[in-house]
Nanobody
Framework: VQLQASGGGLVQAGGSLRLSCVASARTFSVYAMGWFRQTPGKEREFVAA????????SYADSVKGRLAISRDNAKNTVYLQMNGLKPEDTAVYFCAARIRSALSTMNSDYYHWGQGTQVTVSS
């Protein structure tokens, strides 16, 4: 599975962005998907995850109420709607696919990773 993330950019604090991740797999709907982020010198951290059909989602405490993950299996795409952005949200964001239908918050449970998209939030 190849994943292509896009939608990052520079935004002021309080602004919004929507990240997209398109998967090449014809069986996209069987994969749980996740978003993770990483800043220089730090480990990659969990942001949000969604199960195979979008019924169950999970979020890091730091983004609850501001970010929302969703998916469109017909378009092989998972989204991360980012509202109320803060400077501490600045990071490279990665989408990932898990070869299981159930979601996970652990980056070690994801086998396929996209290339990352930079999100920068200015104060």
């Amino acid at each position: 599975v190849q994943l292509q993330a896009s939608g990052g950019g520079l935004v002021q604090a309080g602004g919004s962005l929507r990240l997209s991740c398109v998967a090449s797999a014809r069986t996209f709907s069987v994969y749980a998907m996740g978003w993770f982020r990483q800043t220089p010198g730090k480990e990659r951290e969990f942001v949000a995850a969604i199960d195979w059909n979008g019924v169950f989602t999970s979020y890091a405490d730091s983004v609850k109420g501001r970010l929302a993950i969703s998916r469109d299996n017909a378009k092989n795409t998972v989204y991360l709607q980012m509202n109320g952005l803060k400077p501490e949200d600045t990071a490279v964001y990665f989408c990932a696919a898990r070869i299981r239908s159930a979601l996970s918050t652990m980056n070690s449970d994801y086998y396929h990773w996209g290339q990352g998209t930079q999100v920068t939030v200015s104060s």
